[in-house]
């Protein structure tokens, strides 16, 4: 009888013991100074919003101006001394052939026509291409895959898309994808993409797709002349014929 009577005691004094958990007072920084101010009871939801709510008053600087695009990354009319690579396989199976030639290019862009010679340095000719009132001509001395004739006709359409069509027609739709501005277009069941940075304002790439064309432009390695800036290195992939064009222009001359 006298444990449990004992055992009773005990419990009604541990129950006697317990005390409601009173709320941690929560210190609040000032938006005036450095003093901390108490709130008993804050909830950690409530102390959360409070936080963002003073962060949110803080200044932010607006962005910088981005460059207008260079509409016009070469001259309208130059002529220029380049080294052209000309990458492709005479087969699926056959490793890649790797030549190198000398060029000479005479571009008028307003007129859409060009002339372009390519030699071997022994004096061989790779390919002669020329544009006038918006035909091409091509002499092809190499044996690309497929018709001899097609092919030819696809060099001289790389050639001039590699100098001519830089500038976006007006009616080309732009959008903006992080640090690109991409402008498209789309005619005669082609659809062209010119895509700039606009960090520099520089074209960046350019590429052609649809009615049996699959057409891969970059343009790199800008050079600062007379104002204006213009790609030195300019590379083309034709993914129909499976070949690369890597030109490097070393002199351009602007023709007034």
């Known amino acids: 009888m006298a ?4 055992l009773g005691e005990l419990a009604v004094l541990q129950v006697g013991r317990r005390r409601p958990r009173r709320a ?11 003093d901390a101010h108490a709130l008993p009871g804050l909830g950690a939801a409530w ?4 936080l963002l709510l003073l962060a949110s008053c803080r200044t932010v600087a607006p962005p910088a101006t981005a460059p207008a695009p260079n509409l016009a990354p070469l001259p309208e009319r130059f ?7 000309f990458e492709f396989r005479p087969h699926w199976w056959w490793p890649t052939i790797r030549l190198t030639a000398l060029g000479y290019a005479s571009v ?6 060009y002339t372009v010679v390519c030699l071997t340095p022994l004096g061989v000719k790779l390919f002669d291409v020329s544009r006038t009132n918006g035909q091409n001509q091509a002499n092809v001395a190499l044996p690309l895959p497929g018709d001899a ?13 590699l100098y001519l069509g830089l500038t976006p027609p007006p009616a080309a739709v732009p959008s903006r994808h ?3 501005l991409t402008f498209r277009h789309r005619e005669a069941g082609q659809t062209t993409e010119w895509v700039f940075s606009t960090a520099t304002g520089q074209l960046h790439s350019k590429t052609v797709t649809g009615d ?20 030195t290195t300019l590379t083309l992939q034709n993914r129909r014929f499976g070949y690369r064009i890597i030109v490097r222009i070393q002199d351009l001359q602007p023709v007034p």
């Not at 444990?3 to 004992?6: E, L, P």
């Not at 004739?149 to 359409?157: M, T």
């Not at 057409?215 to 790609?231: I, K, N």
Request: with cysteine; hydrophobic share 40%.
């Open 149 to 161: 004739a097609k092919a030819g006709q696809a060099i001289g359409d790389d050639i001039a898309a």
């Open 79 to 85: 002529t220029a001394r380049q080294s052209v690579v």
């Open 47 to 50: 102390r959360l919003c409070l």
């Open 108 to 113: 008028n862009r307003p007129a859409d026509a």
């Open 24 to 34: 941690e007072p929560v210190a609040v920084l000032s938006r005036r100074g450095g």
């Open 212 to 231: 049996g064309v699959c057409r891969a432009l970059t343009f790199s390695d800008y050079h600062a002349v007379g104002g204006t800036s213009y790609p």
């Open 3 to 6: 444990a449990n009577r004992f």
């Open 178 to 180: 992080g640090d690109r």
